[in-house]
């Protein structure tokens, strides 16, 4: 009788346990029901692309190949085609410089701006939703724009440096194959400051203005506040805002099909516009892959060594 008093007793303590218990894992599998439809949405637009991607770059894959629905295992043969081309030299050291020199324009001047526009003045609010347009307008139109701006005869670029007798001959910014990369990095600089004012000027608004008072007290005001409390406080934003810039700038290809089309004499060429002509104009689906994928390895080689490299600054 004792037993089963002691037994009832344990039962009823121990009841309450498996309710909770119950109670978890039916929330734990509410809230993977709740994750199926992000992760279905993940895995169809983005791991099946990329990984069809990866094994496109190791076959024979043409138009042929959509009729006998065959593409004959190659190897590595696409790579080594893409890497010897004459082309691949030139396409690299343009996706380089384009990358660079884009991420500096677009940092500096959009840092600039976030920092004037932290000041309260009148129409504030108003001019920093104008400076998102540039942002909003799609590309192709952007480029298109941007085209006729620069043309070399009737371009407004030139009529206005040529009344000014600024210059005397008419410069081909999109012909000529000294200016041409330079003239679709300072479109690309335009395109990408609205992005990098709006979330750095974010990341300035986070920062209390206690601090700046107590560092004005201590003398430290202009540069030395910006080097010792705007900076070191904005860092995290910055790497977010360089890292996500870097993988949308390396793969460009809007703005330079819009002004140049990779030309000319290949000065615009770059890896992403390369990639392109060989899947969808010389319809070589497999090296066009394979350049894709050498582009997926450079941005993520980047990332990481980006990021470890600023938390191992962070944290010295």
Same mark, same amino acid.
Request: net charge negative; charged share 10%; glycine share 12%.
């Given at each position: 009788m004792a037993d089963a008093v002691r037994r009832t007793v344990r039962a009823m303590d121990s009841a309450p346990v498996v309710g909770r218990l119950g109670k978890r894992s039916r929330r734990r599998q509410s809230h993977l029901l709740f994750l199926l439809p992000a992760l279905a949405y993940m895995v169809a637009f983005f791991g099946y692309p990329v990984v069809k991607n990866v094994v496109m770059g190791f076959q024979h894959?043409? +138009?042929?190949?959509?009729?006998?629905?065959? #593409?004959?295992?190659?190897?590595?043969?696409n790579y080594r085609a893409v890497v010897s081309s004459a082309v691949f030299d030139k396409a690299l050291l343009n996706t380089v410089l384009f990358t660079v020199g884009s991420i500096a324009g677009q940092f500096l001047i959009g840092l600039a701006i976030a920092l004037f526009f932290r000041r309260r003045f009148p129409l504030n609010g108003v001019m920093r939703s104008l400076l998102l347009l540039p942002w909003l307008v799609p590309l192709?139109?952007?480029?298109?724009?941007?085209?006729?701006?620069?043309?070399?005869?009737?371009?407004?670029?030139?009529?206005?440096?040529?009344?000014?007798?600024?210059?005397?001959?008419?410069?081909?910014?999109?012909?000529?194959?000294s200016l041409a990369l330079f003239a679709v990095i300072v479109v690309n600089i335009w395109i990408?400051?609205?992005?990098?004012?709006?979330?750095?000027?974010?990341?300035?608004?986070?920062?209390?203005?206690?601090?700046?008072?107590? @560092? #004005?007290?201590?003398?430290? +005001?202009?540069?030395?506040?910006?080097?010792?409390?705007?900076?070191?406080?904005?860092?995290?934003?910055?790497?977010?805002?360089?890292?996500?810039?870097?993988?949308y700038t390396v793969k460009v290809l809007d703005v330079i099909l819009?002004?140049?089309?990779?030309?000319?004499?290949? #000065?615009?060429? +770059?890896?992403?516009?390369?990639?392109?002509?060989?899947?969808?104009?010389?319809?070589?689906?497999?090296?066009? #892959? @394979?350049l894709g994928n050498i582009l997926i390895v450079i941005s993520l080689v980047f990332a990481v060594l980006y990021l470890r490299a600023n938390r191992r600054a962070v944290e010295q």
């Open positions: 894959y043409t +138009t042929t190949t959509f009729y006998t629905g065959q #593409a004959p295992w190659v190897g590595f043969a192709i139109v952007s480029s298109a724009v941007w085209r006729w701006i620069l043309d070399q005869d009737n371009g407004v670029l030139n009529r206005f440096l040529g009344d000014l007798h600024l210059v005397q001959d008419r410069p081909g910014w999109l012909t000529s194959t990408g400051i609205p992005f990098n004012v709006a979330i750095l000027y974010g990341g300035l608004q986070d920062i209390p203005e206690e601090l700046y008072e107590a @560092a #004005a007290l201590d003398g430290a +005001t202009g540069w030395r506040a910006f080097r010792h409390v705007t900076w070191p406080l904005l860092r995290p934003v910055v790497s977010v805002v360089l890292v996500l810039g870097v993988v819009g002004l140049t089309n990779g030309g000319p004499a290949n #000065a615009t060429q +770059t890896i992403a516009s390369q990639s392109y002509q060989l899947s969808f104009q010389q319809f070589d689906f497999g090296q066009g #892959a @394979a």
